[in-house]
């Protein structure tokens, strides 16, 4: 089993900054993809940054510029840094691992999201 696990969120005011950390723990190749998204209700859960497995990224233009997604492949742990925050970032954040498990001789590929940490910005 493979558990995906998100802390950092929280009640912020606008204009500062929170750091969002998501580790994947079990047994686990290293992830291809790590991806943080976010929800609110009544939306469709949203893409905020994407890494790779080879360091590239993705973002979001609604955080392009003031968002930073990292990760540590030894620990499977990806980081996002987010500054300048808005109100219009309030949401559930997840996080989202794709790798491989290998269960009985065979790599199976997983795609595991963690249960969300909510980050709350006042105006």
């Known amino acids: 089993q493979v558990q995906v696990v998100e802390s950092g969120g929280g009640l912020v005011q606008a204009g500062g900054s929170l750091r969002l950390s998501c580790v994947a723990l079990g047994s686990l190749s290293s992830p291809d993809f790590m991806g943080w998204y976010r929800q609110v209700p009544g939306k469709e859960r949203e893409l905020v940054a994407s890494?790779?497995?080879?360091?590239?990224?993705n973002y979001a233009d609604s955080v392009k510029g003031r968002s930073t997604i990292s990760k540590d492949s030894y620990k499977n742990a990806v980081y996002l840094q987010l500054t300048t925050l808005q109100p219009a970032d309030t949401a559930v954040y997840y996080c989202n691992v794709r790798a491989k498990r290998f269960v009985r001789g065979d790599w199976i590929p997983i795609d595991e999201w963690g249960q969300g940490t909510q980050v709350t910005v006042s105006a």
């Open positions: 890494i790779k497995g080879d360091g590239s990224t």
